[in-house]
């Protein structure tokens, strides 16, 4: 069971007022009853103060706070349950308060919707609208069933796709609160787009063995971040978090694990073809495993290695499983080496106070240092940022010698001189070039200008690239995902130009941005392009969101031996020495086996 409970907060109270009062009305109690939970519920929400420790006499003064609604604050606040309430919602029919939290539909439809067609969860509801048994309820039309429908559908499955940023640290903190909250739990883990590293993800598919699998799911469906449990059932339970993600969780027996896991992470598409495939080796494999045809056993397997030998392929990661020409590459052995984040030994993007970063450098190279990163590159913004207060040509100078001064100091991480130099509207640059040959590494960004059409932004683009001072050019494209559109460019004429002047183009891992994207990554490779991946740190935690760049990366088939800063330190300052025209000769040449 999940630990003690941590004090209530307002919106607790708030939410199981409002839901007696919902629960009574469905019964049929007077409205005037049923009144004084929701008056109360809506007095909480705008409280200045903690309900939990509040005094008597604070409470009584509220508005609507009479002895019936000050006793159930103090038990809640005591005990953290309410008798009265659990002894209610044991009376009535189980679902209710779920299918009352779907728009359109009240108390009293909900509860002949449970009493009279056993409707008992959003699921249940979609099901008998979608089989037109719905609408012969009294006062449902079928206008109003079909609207109803239309609700349910964006809630479930639908719903707004959230950048993989806000979803991986969310999803680890919820397995971490799951593994606390109970022993006995094995293989914990998430699946489908998430473990896929899609830039963005509809809801997240976690899975699981355990001994006992009721007690996962009473533990997974009372978390304290849990806002509304959708279903809960015996082994699959499915809730909304107080974030809005909304998290499945399956518990599988261990024999079946594997093939559960395999079919969960997907894409559907990879799935399909998967068991096309099995199929004609005498194995069928589906969500709750994989089983002999013949004989009908579940044949076992300890891991997804062993069901694709299984079927006479390698591994395929799950960045790969997206039924775009892997199981072809598998067939043929031609799957590529993907990058891991452990490949990565440098970190060429960051920013400190001196412009817009939110620490300074010494802060922010311990934590590139913590991140395990063995050199960094200090790329603060250029005079023309004004808005992120670009550096002059003199106070770039000074910043020069603060990184060299810094370096001096320090062991275990070496520090690169560096900016992050905006692509003028006409494809100039923002700094001298004897300003530029100061540096160790120039990025070059578009940062203005960004609705020019494609041609005159490729011209600008190529134009910046064709200095010999230019060594990457940062996030491409300019997108921000969800916010704002990529700039229009001709993507092929920037990678050949990046291939002939010896520029290389950034995977950004800032996970507001992911840019270079996937497929741009895959297709960039495919021209002979080669990479740097930088995170754009501007805060101290962000040289964690190196992950995230590496993730599509992988998603792009990119292999460590494209990316220039898997390069140990020594390695990649001989790299950067060499003329820009000889550098994709060079990591060509060069040799990274361990
Ligand atoms: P999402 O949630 O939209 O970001 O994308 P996914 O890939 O996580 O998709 P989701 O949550 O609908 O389903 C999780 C996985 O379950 C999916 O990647 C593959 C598997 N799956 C779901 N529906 C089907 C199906 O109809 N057939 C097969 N073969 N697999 C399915
Ligand atoms: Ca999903
Ligand atoms: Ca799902
Ligand atoms: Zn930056």
Redesign the pocket.
């Known amino acids: 069971m999940p630990s003690a409970s941590p004090r209530l907060q307002n919106s607790d109270f708030a939410r199981i007022f409002d839901d007696i009062a919902t629960l009574l009305q469905a019964r049929g109690d007077s409205v005037f009853k049923t009144r004084a939970y929701s008056r109360a519920a809506d007095a909480i929400g705008n409280l200045q103060f903690e309900l939990a420790s509040a005094p008597e006499d604070q409470l009584r003064a509220l508005p609507g706070f009479g002895d019936a609604i000050v006793s159930k604050v103090q038990e809640l606040a005591e005990t953290g349950s309410l008798q009265f309430f659990e002894k209610l919602k044991a009376e009535m029919p189980s679902g209710i308060l779920e299918i009352t939290k779907v728009p359109g539909i009240g108390p009293k439809t909900a509860m002949r919707a449970a009493e009279e067609l056993g409707i008992d969860s959003r699921e249940a509801l979609k099901a008998s609208i979608e089989s037109g048994e719905f609408e012969k309820l009294p006062r449902i039309s079928k206008k109003v069933a079909q609207n109803i429908l239309r609700h349910l559908e964006s809630r479930i ?1 639908q719903g707004e ?1 959230i950048p993989i940023g806000d979803v991986l640290p969310e999803a680890e903190r919820v397995m971490a609160a799951l593994n606390d909250a109970i022993t006995g739990i094995r293989n914990l883990t998430y ?4 473990r ?1 590293h ?1 830039e ?6 976690m899975l699981c063995s355990a001994d006992d699998p009721a007690a996962v799911m009473d533990a997974f469906t009372t978390l304290p971040t849990v806002k509304d449990v959708m279903s809960k059932g015996d082994t699959k339970s499915m809730v909304v978090m107080d974030s809005g993600l909304q998290f ?1 969780l399956r518990v599988v027996p261990d024999a079946s694990f594997a093939a559960t896991l395999l ?6 598409e990879h ?2 073809r998967l ?1 096309d495939r099995a199929n004609r080796r005498g194995l069928s494999l589906n ?1 709750y495993g994989a089983k002999n045809i013949e004989t009908d056993e579940i044949e076992e397997f300890s891991s997804e290695e062993e069901i694709y030998r299984r079927l006479d392929l390698p591994y395929i990661a799950p960045e790969l499983r997206e039924d775009s020409g892997e199981l072809e590459a598998a067939e043929a052995g031609e799957l590529p080496v993907l990058i891991t984040v452990d490949d990565v030994k440098g970190d060429l993007h960051s920013h400190t106070d001196w412009t817009d970063g939110r620490f300074p450098m010494e802060e922010m190279v311990k934590a590139a240092q913590d991140a395990g990163f063995e050199y960094l590159a200090i790329t603060d913004h250029s005079k023309s940022a004004v808005v992120a207060s670009g550096l002059s040509v003199k106070k770039l100078a000074e910043h020069n010698e603060a990184v060299r001064n810094l370096d001096a100091k320090l062991d275990g991480i070496g520090l690169l001189t560096g900016t992050e130099m905006d692509i003028l509207a006409d494809g100039s640059l923002d700094y001298p070039d004897e300003a530029l040959a100061e540096l160790d590494v120039v990025l070059g960004s578009i940062h203005s200008s960004m609705d020019q059409d494609g041609p005159t932004m490729t011209a600008r683009i190529i134009a910046a690239m064709e200095s010999e001072h230019l060594d990457v050019v940062a996030h491409l494209t300019t997108r921000l995902i969800g916010r704002r559109a990529p700039v229009e460019l001709d993507f092929d004429a920037i990678c050949r130009a990046a291939v002939e002047t010896g520029t290389f183009l950034e995977i950004n891992a800032s996970t507001a941005r992911l840019d270079l994207k996937d497929t741009h990554i895959r297709r960039a490779i495919e021209l002979g392009v080669m990479f740097s991946i930088g995170t754009d740190s501007h805060r101290i935690h962000q040289f964690a969101d190196l992950r995230y760049g590496v993730g599509m990366a992988r998603r792009g088939w990119c292999p460590p031996n494209r990316v220039v800063n898997t390069l140990p330190h020594a390695d990649f300052l001989k790299l950067i020495s060499t003329p820009k025209a000889d550098r994709y000769a060079f990591m060509e040449k060069y040799d990274h086996q361990p």
């Open positions: 499955s796709r699946a489908g787009s998430l896929r899609r963005t993800i509809g809801d997240i598919d499945d079919y969960f992470t997907g894409s559907k799935g399909i068991r969500e």
